[in-house]
């Protein structure tokens, strides 16, 4: 019994080393883009398989490629390649895709619109095998308020004509009290949520005796307390330049608006030397009087001493402040009376001028 079970046991050995010896190709390996659906997981040696692009992608090659299964269990190589259909992106779209034009198969653009605007249309867009998008780009539409309700004593000044029985988000109104009241605010508009704002409060306001500005006077005022919106005008002295507006007025919370300033001249801190100035090159003691308005700017020459040049460095008149640059160097007497054509404003100008470190200063209020 025992050598019968050894010969069957051997046998069936051989019969399965005969089945599994014959190479087998498994599922050949292919590039994106092609169509996959009919490879089976394993082909005989010799069995040829035709690859074509599926849908949504271009073919490199007018027809189907041929591959075959080799004995050693490759595949022979295919010259196809499957690039993916392109849809053109909308132009208005563009600026937001980075300056693309065209976006490929299977690309999702999704839309959302602004705060205050209702979005009508699909908020999605897949670019199909066929080149085209799903669904055409949405709008955008402003929302819808009601109109605003005017205040008590009072009524609404729009700042664009209104038709029909609502307004749109974004659009501004200005509420305005019988005088002499005062608007508790002043300006509302058509929120976002599709809501107005709540009329404001009307309500007597004065505003204090108007004072004066530091070297400036009143030009045109009474003085007593002033109601909301009137006005007081100011100017400055001699040669002080205004800063801000020459008219304040009585605010709706009580309190002026923002007084002007009235800002200094300078004086150039030099004795010897040329400056440029109101487009002219002069010499220091022709600056006659010696006065630089406030906001106005002087040139100072400079000297590189390597290079054996001058160059211009400009400072700025801040409220009677003008400081002169770090580079500059004032000339000895001998030097300026005697030696006039070798100072930084006389000799050659350089090519290229040094960085100067700033000249100007902080403004004073």
Not at 173 to 202: H, L, M, Q, V
Request: hydrophobic share 30%.
């Amino acid at each position: 019994m025992a050598p019968t079970l050894a010969l069957l046991l051997f046998g069936l050995s051989a019969l399965c080393t005969t089945v599994t010896s014959a190479k087998v190709c498994g599922r050949p390996p292919v590039p994106d883009g092609v169509d996959t659906s009919s490879l089976k997981r394993v082909f005989e040696v010799g069995e040829e398989v035709s690859l074509t692009c599926e849908q949504g992608y271009l073919s490199s090659t007018a027809t189907s490629s041929r591959i075959t299964c080799m004995a050693g269990g490759q595949w022979t190589e295919s010259n196809l390649a499957c690039a993916p259909k392109m849809c053109p992106i909308p132009r208005p779209l563009q600026p937001f895709a980075m300056g693309r034009t065209e976006a490929p198969f299977r690309s999702v653009l999704n839309y959302t619109c602004d705060d205050g605007y209702v979005l009508l249309g699909a908020n999605e867009s897949r670019c199909l095998h066929d080149g085209t998008w799903s669904h055409p780009p949405p709008l955008c539409k402003a929302v819808n308020c009601p109109l605003p309700k005017p205040p008590r004593d009072g009524r609404i000044v729009h700042d664009k004509a209104v038709m029909g029985t609502t307004t749109i988000y974004g659009q501004g109104w200005t509420y305005e009290c019988n005088p002499p009241k005062a608007p508790s605010f002043e300006r509302g508009s058509c929120k976002a949520d599709g809501t107005t704002t709540e009329p404001p409060i009307c309500r007597e306001v004065s505003c204090s005796v108007p004072t004066n500005v530091r070297n400036g006077i009143i030009t045109f005022a009474v003085m007593r307390q002033h109601g909301y919106k009137e006005k007081v005008k100011y100017a400055c002295n001699e040669h002080y330049t205004l800063e801000g507006d020459a008219e304040i007025h009585c605010q709706n919370t009580g309190n002026w608006s923002s007084k002007p300033v009235c800002r200094a001249p300078c004086t150039v801190g030099i004795k010897r030397g040329r400056i440029f100035y109101n487009a002219k090159k002069i010499w220091i003691e022709d600056l006659k009087p010696n006065r630089v308005l406030h906001g106005e700017h002087v040139v100072f020459y400079c000297k590189n001493k390597a290079e054996k040049c001058g160059y211009p460095v400009a400072s700025t008149c801040n409220d009677g402040n003008l400081p002169l640059p770090e580079c500059f160097e004032e000339p000895g007497k001998i030097e300026y009376n005697l030696k006039a054509k070798s100072l930084p404003s006389e000799i050659r100008t350089c090519a290229t001028s040094p960085t100067a470190r700033p000249t100007s200063s902080a403004s004073a209020s």
